[in-house]
């Protein structure tokens, strides 16, 4: 009987521990279950979350590189301009003090007769061969973009005419070029020497009465 006893109660012993066994198993199935599913929940949020930052690196480093282009082009730009303008004007100050020169030439020519048949030979040769320079000269000027600004008749522009004095007259608007002391120089579009003008002042008639 005691024997009995003893074996149910090893028995009931035996079917706890395997009871026990079998759910510690199913606990940690299900723990293993639950630890699984939350790694690879946490694996994809990061993978989803360092995916989202290389795309704002990218566009970062997308937008840095387009201004850094944008700036590139710019300075190539400025560049060209720069060498273009340096082409054109970086001889202004030689051409002013040049011009200069060639209005003195051109004085002397005006200086001499009109009537040349009574000057000897030789002189007139000289002569000829002067006026044949000045067409040169003119013509390299020409040539070289550097225009001559002779404004006789034109309405006065202070942007390329200075003027000198004005001449009290009825016959022309007011304000119009009516004489030309020293034409001026543009080159290419840029002023070199203003042309030194008289521009014509209207005639009041308190003037004409002190005149009469």
Same mark, same amino acid.
């Given at each position: 009987?005691?024997? @009995?006893?003893?074996?149910?109660? +090893? ?14 198993? /199913?606990?940690?199935?299900?723990? !293993? ?10 694996? *994809?949020?990061? &993978? ?20 850094? =282009?944008?700036?590139?082009? %710019? ?13 054109? #004007? ?6 002013? !003090? =040049?011009?200069?020169?060639?209005? @003195? ?7 001499? $007769?009109?009537?040349?048949?009574? =000057?000897?030979?030789? +002189?007139? @040769? =000289?002569? +000829? ?6 067409? *040169?000269? %003119? ?5 070289? %973009?550097?225009?001559?600004?002779? $404004? ?5 522009? #202070? ?12 016959? &022309? *608007? $007011?304000?119009?070029?009516? *004489?030309?002391?020293? /034409?001026?120089?543009?080159? #290419? !579009? ?12 209207? +005639?009041?008639? %308190?003037?004409?009465? /002190?005149?009469?």
């Amino acid at each position: 009987m005691t024997e @009995n006893k003893e074996a149910s109660e +090893i028995d009931d012993e035996d079917e706890k521990a395997v009871e026990k066994d079998t759910l510690g198993a /199913k606990i940690y199935e299900e723990t !293993d279950d639950v630890d699984s599913s939350q790694i690879e929940k946490e694996v *994809e949020l990061s &993978t989803e979350e360092s995916n989202e930052q290389l795309l704002i690196k990218i566009e970062e480093l997308k937008d840095q590189l387009m201004r850094t =282009l944008a700036e590139s082009e %710019n300075l190539r730009k400025r560049t060209i301009k720069e060498i273009d303008q340096a082409k054109k #004007y970086s001889h202004i100050s030689f051409v002013r !003090d =040049l011009v200069s020169s060639v209005d @003195n030439f051109k004085r002397a020519l005006d200086s001499l $007769p009109e009537d040349k048949a009574e =000057l000897p030979e030789p +002189i007139k @040769n =000289l002569i +000829i061969g002067l006026e044949i320079v000045e067409k *040169e000269i %003119n013509s390299t000027f020409e040539k070289h %973009n550097l225009k001559q600004i002779l $404004p006789l008749g034109e309405k006065f522009d #202070y942007n390329f005419h200075q003027a000198m004095f004005e001449v009290p007259t009825n016959e &022309t *608007e $007011p304000g119009t070029v009516v *004489e030309v002391s020293q /034409k001026g120089y543009l080159l #290419y !579009d840029r002023l070199v020497r203003p042309a030194m003008v008289g521009i014509s002042k209207k +005639i009041e008639n %308190n003037d004409l009465e /002190k005149e009469n």
